[in-house]
């Protein structure tokens, strides 16, 4: 029996491909991996995408699909994304949707990572997601649109040797927050997507920058793998995508993992953390009264998806 979750998402597949191109979405990061599945996706269901690369070769492949509109944009540079906003702007359909998908990650113990990789990683993760939603919320606000941020599990758990990818991740669960109070009563949504481990290319060009020999690709407990062909295609985090864009009553939150492993992983840290927040503290609360909040959370929450 399929589950509600996957019942839904195919029900809304259904709905959206009917819909005529009348909505634009712009998805950062669109050349390979989560990026690209999420401009097929959308572009298959028969919405506008501005889908953004940086290599000519890149670009190239974007622009031959239908419903796409392939822009070069590279989430660092300021004149690219005002260009992007002039040519959307000028297009005249305007922006409903912004997918700020774009990244890198980085790899290695942070005494030993060189100052300008963890600046990078963050400028890309963290302040290009924020360049971008500063640059289009006008057009979004007008249309009452959606934001949807790629987060990562990666953003909750930490592992000794993902110190400066885990950091970017955990400001986009903190943005996507405080950006929802701010745009809630202009009418724009905001929604994060945490992908668990899904194929993609983001530990190849990563080894490709740092080094293949660098110590982050041998580290113990945690050696970067630039093929991970083994991991699922991420058609399941582009249908999130979809849902947080599209679906009447989005969720804040839509974490996607391949197996039942990584999401207990991931909700038994949050416990971990409530119970650390709790623990020895002047003002503190028993075992009782915590079970009462989590009632209480539950009671609100959307019913289980099986």
Not at 51 to 58: F, I, L, Q, S, V
Not at 289 to 298: F, G, R, S, V, Y
């Amino acid at each position: 029996m399929l589950s509600l979750t996957v019942l839904g998402a195919a029900l809304l597949h259904e709905a959206c491909a009917a819909e005529p191109a009348t909505k634009a979405v712009l998805v950062t990061g669109a050349s390979s991996g989560i990026g690209r599945k999420i401009v097929d996706r959308l572009a298959a269901d028969g919405y506008f995408v501005y889908a953004t690369a940086r290599k000519p070769e890149d670009i190239k492949a974007l622009a031959a699909i239908k419903n796409v509109q392939a822009l070069s944009l590279d989430v660092t540079r300021p004149d690219d994304i005002a260009a992007a906003v002039t040519t959307i702007s000028k297009a005249g359909r305007g922006l409903y949707g912004l997918v700020n998908n774009a990244g890198i990650a980085t790899a290695g113990y942070l005494t030993d990572m060189r100052f300008e990789e963890y600046q990078l990683v963050m400028d890309v993760n963290a302040a290009g997601p924020v360049r971008m939603i500063k640059a289009f919320t006008p057009m979004l606000t007008e249309q009452k649109g959606r934001i949807v941020n790629i987060g990562s599990i990666s953003g909750i758990l930490a592992r000794p040797n993902l110190p400066a990818y885990s950091m970017s991740k955990h400001a986009i669960e903190a943005l996507t927050d405080a950006l929802a109070g701010e745009l809630d009563t202009a009418g724009v949504h905001v929604s994060v997507v945490e992908p668990g481990n899904y194929n993609s290319n983001i530990s190849k060009n990563a080894l490709a920058r740092m080094g293949a020999d660098s110590p982050a690709a041998h580290s113990p407990g945690y050696a970067v793998q630039a093929d991970r062909s083994k991991y699922k295609e991420p058609d399941e985090v582009a249908a999130a995508v979809e849902q947080a864009l599209f679906e009447p009553d989005p969720r804040r939150r839509y974490m996607v993992v391949p197996n039942q492993d990584e999401a207990e992983l991931t909700i038994r840290k949050q416990i971990e953390q409530l119970v650390q927040l709790n623990e020895g503290q002047p003002y503190t609360y028993d075992r009782a009264a915590l079970i009462k909040m989590l009632d209480e959370a539950l009671a609100k929450s959307r019913p289980q998806a099986h």
